[in-house]
């Protein structure tokens, strides 16, 4: 069964205070690796999208990477506003186009 | 101009009722889901439609079903309410391989 799975659970961060979150993912038939904000009470938003081992993608603060078997979410010099629930999805050839999700990463980003 | 909306935001109903829960999208894409996510935060995916296949996650129960009246909606209809139903559902969309955008989702409680 392909499998995603995030770590750590949650995160606190003092703000300005760099590091990263990560996602290991079944090794076999990935097609893409897709990373999303959530924020309490809404719809999991878009941040970003991996298709191929050494692509990354950045956007303000935060840079994603990938590898064979993980992506990163890189978050440097965090804000408050950083402050959410940091989703890891893949979508597998032998599973059409569904969303596998990992459990999440909950971060909180004191001022 | 929202892209994927919801209808209604929250659903409470009693045990063994029948309800729905629309979906609208307006981005032209030709494939929808529906996502359940638990009480621990977790996403799990549905069903993926669009107008050619109808692709359902082994785990869900007969009781619900995606009915789509044209390309732009998805709605989701549940029979016989159980407790463990309760829930938030959201609907994404996607063009076929491309990245998933959700709605604002749905919170469901069944009492």
């Known amino acids: 069964e392909d499998q995603v799975t995030q770590s750590p659970e949650a995160l606190r961060l003092q703000e300005g205070e760099s590091s990263s979150l990560n996602c290991s993912y079944t090794v076999s038939g990935l097609r893409g690796l897709f990373w999303y904000r959530q924020d309490p009470g809404k719809g999991p938003e878009f941040l970003f999208t991996?298709?191929?081992a050494g692509e990354e993608k950045e956007k303000e603060r935060l840079k994603a990477t990938l590898t064979k078997k993980e992506s990163f979410l890189h978050i440097t010099a965090p804000k408050p506003e950083d402050s959410a629930t940091y989703l890891c999805?893949?979508?597998?050839?032998?599973?059409?186009?569904?969303?596998?999700f990992g459990g999440g990463t909950r971060l909180m980003v004191k001022p | 101009d929202t892209a994927v909306s919801q209808t209604p935001k929250y659903l409470v109903t009693q045990m063994g009722n029948d309800k729905s829960i629309k979906c609208e999208q307006n981005l032209g894409h030709d494939t929808m889901y529906w996502y359940k996510q638990d009480s621990k935060k977790f996403l799990k995916i549905m069903f993926s439609?669009?107008?050619?296949?109808?692709?359902i996650n082994e785990t869900v129960p007969n009781r619900f079903s995606p009915k789509s009246p044209d390309k732009a909606h998805l709605n989701l209809h549940i029979n016989s309410l159980e407790l463990g139903d309760s829930a938030v559902y959201f609907c994404a969309s996607s063009s076929f391989g491309d990245t998933q955008y959700f709605g604002p989702g749905t919170r469901l409680t069944v009492l």
């Open positions: 439609y669009n107008n050619k296949e109808l692709i």
């Open positions: 991996l298709y191929s």
């Open positions: 999805a893949a979508s597998f050839v032998n599973a059409g186009n569904m969303l596998t």
